[in-house]
């Protein structure tokens, strides 16, 4: 596919388990950050999302943790799947009024083996 | 029944040409928005507007112009264009007064120049 020889950072999981994708961000002043997945020929898909003001939040199968303090954001993935083999994306937004828009961090591939 | 669409999905197109790639979203937001994302899978913001009016214009070359003639339609059109302008270039929506809330984003479209 088209991942082949992209040399992103990759986590190779087997299928069944958990997996846990990882992310640093720039801004101490963001407060709202996003989790997507990108499937080879589709656009970024939105995951799970998280505020500032919140240090943890689950959605169906997925957790997302937030660590202000190290500016650190994490994706946790239970029961890992084959369908869930993408490059992950983690973006922040920053308090900016008219400049309201999503920085984006260097993605992961999550390779999933069956 | 695709919320942000984009067309066409693939360009090819010699250096020196100019091409314009479309976007429409039926989800009502007022906020739209082109990323680039390059070879390395890096997503990077060009332009973003609301209600038609360009809100950011991240240090775009001026021979891309991003063209909104409503609030769900946002165009890019790409002049001259140069080797390195081969990418995959997406559009997005979302609702501005919701400053938390997540792009959706269209499927791309590769253009490659040649």
């Known amino acids: 596919g088209e991942n082949v020889g992209l040399h992103l950072p990759t986590l190779s999981v087997q299928e069944g388990d958990n997996s846990i994708i990882n992310c640093a961000y720039s801004n101490s002043a963001s407060d709202y950050f996003i989790w997507y997945k990108q499937e080879s020929g589709k656009g970024p898909q939105f995951i799970i999302d998280i505020r500032s003001n919140m240090d943890k939040r689950q959605g169906q199968r997925v957790t997302v943790l937030l660590n202000k303090t190290v500016k650190h954001l994490s994706l946790q993935i239970a029961a890992t799947q084959p369908g869930d083999s993408a490059v992950y994306f983690c973006a922040e937004n920053g308090r900016g009024g008219a400049t309201n828009k999503l920085i984006f961090g260097t993605g992961t591939l999550l390779a999933v083996q069956p | 029944d695709t919320a942000v669409s984009q067309t066409p999905k693939y360009l090819v197109t010699q250096m020196g040409n100019d091409k314009s790639i479309k976007c429409e979203q039926n989800?009502?937001?007022?906020?739209m928005y082109w990323y680039k994302q390059d070879s390395k899978k890096f997503l990077k913001i060009m332009f973003s507007y609301n209600n038609k009016e360009l809100i950011i214009n991240e240090t775009v070359p001026n021979r891309f112009s991003p063209k909104s003639p409503d609030k769900a339609h946002l165009n890019l059109h790409i002049n001259s264009l140069e080797l390195g302008d081969s990418a995959v270039y997406f559009c997005?929506?979302?609702?501005?007064?919701?400053?938390?809330?997540?792009?959706?984003f269209g499927n791309g479209t590769r253009l490659t120049v040649t």
């Open positions: 989800l009502g937001h007022d906020t």
């Open positions: 997005a929506s979302r609702l501005r007064d919701l400053y938390n809330s997540p792009l959706h």
